[in-house]
């Protein structure tokens, strides 16, 4: 019983550790978004410019493969198929506007 107590108190402190850091760190973020300094501006134009990479290379993507010609292919196929499917993966990462 006394080990069980102890167990589940260690846990609750634990959980409590992990908790209070994670909101330190989500105040840290929050304050470092709402400062505008050059930094923050790098990271904005850094992403909005991977972001137009990104879409540039989905309509290229489409573009190669309108007629189904690569897809269809056996030897071409599978390696265009895992490029679709990356590019599936990063058309998530698409900021919406």
């Keep these: 019983m006394a080990i069980t107590i102890v167990s589940l108190s260690f846990i609750i402190l634990l959980l409590l550790f992990i908790i ?19 930094e923050t501006e790098l990271y ?15 309509i290229r993507l489409e573009e190669i493969d309108k007629r189904g010609a690569y897809s269809s292919d056996d030897e071409i196929g599978w390696f265009f198929n895992q490029v679709k499917s990356i590019q599936n993966q990063l058309n998530n990462f698409i900021p919406k506007k």
């Design 44 to 58: 904005k134009n850094y992403i909005l410019g991977l972001s137009e990479v990104i879409e540039k290379s989905k």
């Design 20 to 38: 209070r850091n994670l909101f330190k760190q989500n105040e840290k973020y929050e304050k470092l978004m709402e400062e505008k300094n050059e």
